[in-house]
T-cell receptor, first 114, second 116 residues
């Protein structure tokens, strides 16, 4: 069983749809992250959760809504997305949320917005 | 603000050649951490190494070695006797102190192609 699992692996949605991305970590970590990876930009940190509380929101549009019901699960709820939101969305977890801690990544969800 | 530069966008080598991937960083903190990750075609970023700013000792792990030089703000990565399985995108990253992970900044990545 891999440490960080993301579902679905691929998602195609229209601009008026609502969908959710799911991330689950089996490493006993306390911090979880969402990143966006576009074709022409470096990895962008979107959200950080530590002990189920959001500690960072990097000016992400409100059409992205994260949820962390417990330390093992993280969701990214999507609604009324734009074509420029098409990207690879990566989830990561770390033992704690300090800068020293290694982040372990899932394989990502490849999102296409039509 | 911190920044990570990986000037090499793409590198192609023939199998068994040595290859060095460059990473230059900027930070105002005296306490910081440097990382290298590998992203194969499957998409998952795989952790390779972590270094803290107080430890300039170079490291070798099998065919991989890292050269950390604070004087030039560089943390370069060398693969010796490259193999086709090394083909991937390699990311250098920087994190500053106890910042709750929100300043984990990645470089743009270097795409390495190892040809048989």
């Amino acid at each position: 069983e891999t440490g960080v699992t993301q579902t679905p692996r691929h998602l195609v949605m229209g601009m008026t749809n609502k969908k959710s991305l799911k991330c689950e970590q089996h490493l006993g970590h306390n911090a979880m992250y969402w990143y966006k990876q576009s074709a022409k930009k470096p990895l962008e940190l979107m959200f950080v959760y530590s002990l189920e509380e959001r500690v960072e929101n990097n000016s992400v549009p409100s059409r992205f809504s994260p949820e962390c019901p417990n330390s093992s699960h993280l969701f990214l709820h999507l609604h009324t997305l734009q074509p420029e939101d098409s990207a690879l969305y990566l989830c990561a977890s770390s033992q704690d949320s300090g800068g020293w801690y290694i982040q372990y990544f899932g394989a990502g969800t490849r999102l296409s917005v039509l | 603000a911190q920044k990570v530069t990986q000037a090499q966008t793409e590198i192609s080598v023939v199998e068994k050649e040595d290859v060095t991937l460059d990473c230059v960083y900027e930070t105002r903190d005296t306490t910081y951490y440097l990382f290298w990750y590998k992203q194969p075609p499957s998409g998952e970023l795989v952790f390779l190494i972590r270094r803290n700013s107080f430890d300039e000792q170079n490291e070798i792990s099998g065919r991989y070695s890292w050269n950390f030089q604070k004087s030039t703000s560089s943390f370069n990565f060398t693969i010796t006797a490259s193999q086709v399985v090394d083909s991937a995108v390699y990311f250098c990253a920087l994190s500053e102190g106890d910042n709750y992970g929100q300043n984990f900044v990645f470089g743009p990545g270097t795409r390495l192609s190892v040809l048989p």
